[in-house]
Nanobody, 123 residues
Framework: VQLQASGGGLVQAGDSLSLSCAAS????????LAWFRQAPGREREFVAA????????HYADSVKGRFTVSRDNAKNTVYLRMNSLKLEDTADYYC?????????????????WGQGTLVTVSS
């Protein structure tokens, strides 16, 4: 399983940005996909997830209402649309995948991870 995240960049507070994570080596529609982030000096934290069954979505309270996670099973890609970005959203963003995940999608124990894509929000 390989995950390739992209779309990070430097934006101003209040701007929007979309991240993508392209997956290969898996039957994509059988995987729960998630986004985590890690800011300098902080632990990796859950951002959003979309389940393999029913495409149910979950969000961290800090991003609820601003971020939207979605998936395109035909393109083997998961997206994270980020609106109204804040300074505190600055972090490396990682996508993660788990086959037919039964555990809580918010837990930081996914078996497959992509490399990070850096999002920097400036004032």
């Amino acid at each position: 399983v390989q995950l390739q995240a992209s779309g990070g960049g430097l934006v101003q507070a209040g701007d929007s940005l979309s991240l993508s994570c392209a997956a290969s080596g898996l039957v994509f529609n059988e995987y729960t996909l998630a986004w985590f982030r890690q800011a300098p000096g902080r632990e990796r934290e859950f951002v959003a997830a979309i389940t393999w069954y029913g495409s149910f979505t979950h969000y961290a309270d800090s991003v609820k209402g601003r971020f939207t996670v979605s998936r395109d099973n035909a393109k083997n890609t998961v997206y994270l649309r980020m609106n109204s970005l804040k300074l505190e959203d600055t972090a490396d963003y990682y996508c993660a995948a788990d086959f037919r995940r039964q555990r809580a999608p918010t837990r930081n124990d996914y078996p497959y991870w992509g490399q990070g894509t850096l999002v920097t929000v400036s004032s």
